[in-house]
């Protein structure tokens, strides 16, 4: 085992204290309304968090909360981004059609 992983230097029941968020519900958000790739990734990071944290590895699930975030986050700009670029792209086909109409 990394040194530094686990709950007082080693895997045992779950700590004291509330587990690290595991930002699920944005997780499947992400994946279903914005860019499933990277929500994908998201998802499978919030699963592991609370297992990690049962197990002992502190670390490991703080861990895997911020890159479940992380991934939430790139999947919501992502989508936004594809987003703004469908309407740009309508937007410009919408006004080169009315120009080519006499």
């Known amino acids: ?3 530094g ?6 895997y045992g029941g779950p700590p004291a204290g509330p ?4 930002y699920l519900v944005p997780a499947i958000l992400t994946t279903l309304f914005c ?18 944290w049962a197990m002992g590895d502190v670390r490991g699930a703080q861990d ?3 890159k479940a975030k992380t991934w939430a986050t790139v999947s919501a700009i992502a989508g ?5 670029l469908y309407i740009i792209v309508f937007a410009l086909a ?9």
Not at 5 to 10: A, H, S
Not at 19 to 22: G, H, K, R, Y
């Open 1 to 3: 085992m990394p040194p």
């Open 5 to 10: 992983y686990g709950y007082g230097g080693g």
């Open 19 to 22: 587990p690290p968020s595991n």
């Open 35 to 52: 860019c499933l790739p990277f929500g994908i990734v998201s998802i499978v990071f919030a699963a592991q968090v609370n297992s990690k």
């Open 64 to 66: 895997s909360s911020q």
């Open 80 to 84: 936004g981004v594809i987003l703004i």
């Open 94 to 102: 919408a006004s080169h059609s009315n120009t080519s109409n006499p």
